[in-house]
Nanobody, 123 residues
């Protein structure tokens, strides 16, 4: 079992930056691939970014590529999402997730989820 708790959400102006954090506890964190997803009101939960167990392989949704950066600190059981040049369409609840095995963009492949943190981007 892995427990995940997100933090760092809030209100930010378009063009600004925000850094989300995800604290993990439970099983050995370095065994897990981690991902960030987001869900806007009335929409499906969508993939944002993922990072492999050793942090050497990342993938991003096209909508955030070049603006967002995922990173992890296995020594401190933490995952981060640095969000730069944010846009109003980035407004959503952001979720941290974890799975065994390779990085993936399908939400159904992830076994563990946090409770989410709200990000609101004003225009």
């Amino acid at each position: 079992q892995v427990q995940l708790v997100e933090s760092g959400g809030g209100l930010v102006q378009a063009g600004g930056s925000l850094r989300l954090s995800c604290a993990a506890s439970g099983r050995t964190f370095s065994w897990y691939t981690v991902g960030w997803f987001r869900q806007a009101p009335g929409q499906e939960r969508e993939f944002v970014a993922a990072d492999s167990m050793n942090g050497r392989s990342t993938r991003y949704a096209d909508s955030v590529k070049g603006r967002f950066t995922i990173s992890r600190d296995n020594a401190n059981n933490a995952v981060y999402l640095q969000m730069n040049s944010v846009k109003p369409e980035d407004t959503a609840v952001y979720y941290c997730a974890a799975k065994r095995g390779a990085t993936a963009s399908e939400k159904n492949e992830y076994d563990y989820w946090g409770q989410g943190t709200q990000v609101t981007v004003s225009s």
